[in-house]
């Protein structure tokens, strides 16, 4: 039995368990089955929405390839291709995902905007109030269609630079275990559900970073300080860096300066969708200074080797890394 039109319309009838979502939402825009998915979606859209034109769908097409930069190789994507393509099927779907609650008489307070990248994809978009983000791969933004008059909230999973705009109201960045709040100011936020550091590097301007223990932690970042929480001693600790480095990624580059490869190979892990595997007794503490551009990863895993005692071989399309 075909289960991809009952998992499309779980969601989209808000059915789906809350565990499954996160998982639904990287599947839709992977590669597997796109063909499928995309005539399910595109199904769904002209039988559920058919008081938006022709014109009116080209359009907002448009203007959402303008600001998606999902392609590995940094193309385009052409807004002409059949709608509901796979890679901005979440995009439209917040314009679907009003309606069918609608009709389900479902309350909404305000719809949602859900923004996700795949894996090796990275996404540029503008959010409601003009704020520029730019999200890293694997990772996911939710925000309001329009945000309120007290304040500009966004939620996090992965990693993601923000530009805002200046405004009175203040703008919150919500992930797991921390929140940033600015008013105008460009920084970047990590924090991936696999694991337990979330970090805030400051650009320009300043952030207030605040946990979500029962007692609060604060701490007010100035330009290039790195801020990183520990979920497991739930310590904060702020380090002076050259945040370039840190947002070198929204230019298709990977700068390490003085890095420890423990946190280099989880970069390389993400930034090449590839795994290693590293027994415990083997020490990661060495600290490497180089840039990544157009290597692959082999090459990059060579220089490594040549610079260290360690040794790296490739088994059945996984890493494995020994003394």
Same mark, same amino acid.
């Given at each position: 039995?075909?289960?991809?039109?009952?998992? /499309? =319309? !779980?969601?989209? +009838?808000?059915?789906? #368990? *809350?565990?499954?979502? %996160?998982?639904?939402?990287?599947?839709?825009?992977?590669?597997?089955?796109?063909?499928?998915?995309?005539?399910?979606?595109?199904?769904?859209?002209?039988?559920?929405?058919?008081?938006?034109?022709?014109?009116?769908?080209?359009?907002?097409?448009?203007?959402?390839?303008?600001?998606?930069?999902?392609?590995?190789?940094?193309?385009?994507?052409?807004?002409?291709?059949?709608?509901?393509?796979?890679?901005?099927?979440?995009?439209?779907?917040?314009?679907?995902?009003?309606?069918?609650?609608?009709?389900?008489?479902?309350?909404?307070?305000?719809?949602?905007?859900?923004?996700?990248?795949?894996?090796?994809?990275?996404?540029?978009?503008?959010?409601?109030?003009?704020?520029?983000?730019? /999200? =890293? !791969?694997?990772? +996911?933004?939710?925000? #309001? *269609?329009?945000?309120? %008059?007290?304040?500009?909230?966004?939620?996090?999973?992965?990693?993601?630079?923000?530009?805002?705009?200046?405004?009175?109201?203040?703008?919150?960045?919500?992930?797991?275990?921390?929140?940033?709040?600015?008013?105008?100011?460009?920084?970047?936020?990590?924090?991936?559900?696999?694991?337990?550091?979330?970090?805030?590097?400051?650009?320009?301007?300043?952030?207030?970073?605040?946990?979500?223990?029962?007692?609060?932690?604060?701490?007010?970042?100035?330009?290039?300080?790195?801020?990183?929480?520990?979920?497991?001693?739930?310590?904060?600790?702020?380090?002076?860096?050259?945040?370039?480095?840190?947002?070198?990624?929204?230019?298709?580059?990977?700068?390490?300066?003085?890095?420890?490869?423990? =946190?280099?190979?989880?970069?390389?892990?993400?930034?090449?969708?590839?795994?290693?595997?590293?027994?415990?007794?083997?020490?990661?503490?060495?600290?490497?200074?180089?840039?990544?551009?157009?290597?692959?990863?082999?090459?990059?895993?060579?220089?490594?080797?040549?610079?260290?005692?360690?040794?790296?071989?490739?088994?059945?399309?996984?890493?494995?890394?020994?003394?």
């Amino acid at each position: 039995m075909n289960k991809i039109p009952y998992i /499309l =319309n !779980s969601y989209l +009838q808000n059915k789906l #368990p *809350e565990s499954l979502q %996160a998982m639904f939402k990287l599947w839709l825009v992977s590669p597997k089955d796109s063909k499928e998915k995309d005539a399910i979606l595109k199904d769904i859209y002209e039988n559920t929405i058919p008081d938006y034109s022709e014109e009116e769908v080209e359009r907002q097409l448009r203007v959402i390839h303008e600001e998606l930069a999902l392609d590995k190789i940094g193309k385009k994507i052409d807004y002409k291709k059949p709608i509901l393509i796979a890679a901005v099927s979440i995009t439209l779907l917040a314009i679907v995902l009003g309606k069918c609650y609608l009709m389900d008489n479902v309350s909404l307070a305000s719809n949602k905007l859900i923004y996700i990248t795949a894996e090796q994809s990275k996404g540029k978009f503008t959010l409601p109030d003009g704020s520029k983000v730019f /999200l =890293n !791969s694997s990772s +996911q933004l939710e925000c #309001p *269609e329009t945000f309120d %008059a007290k304040e500009r909230k966004v939620k996090l999973e992965g990693e993601a630079y923000f530009d805002v705009k200046h405004g009175e109201e203040p703008f919150i960045v919500d992930t797991r275990n921390i929140s940033v709040k600015v008013l105008g100011t460009a920084f970047d936020v990590k924090c991936y559900k696999d694991r337990d550091i979330s970090q805030v590097v400051l650009h320009r301007g300043s952030v207030m970073l605040q946990t979500k223990e029962e007692i609060p932690q604060r701490v007010k970042l100035n330009v290039n300080q790195k801020a990183e929480f520990r979920e497991n001693s739930s310590q904060i600790t702020v380090n002076d860096v050259l945040s370039e480095y840190y947002i070198s990624w929204t230019k298709n580059k990977l700068v390490f300066e003085n890095e420890s490869l423990a =946190n280099i190979l989880v970069s390389l892990q993400r930034w090449y969708n590839m795994d290693f595997i590293i027994p415990n007794d083997i020490d990661l503490d060495y600290r490497l200074s180089f840039v990544v551009r157009n290597e692959s990863v082999e090459e990059v895993l060579r220089n490594i080797s040549k610079v260290t005692p360690l040794k790296i071989a490739k088994e059945k399309g996984i890493f494995i890394i020994s003394q």
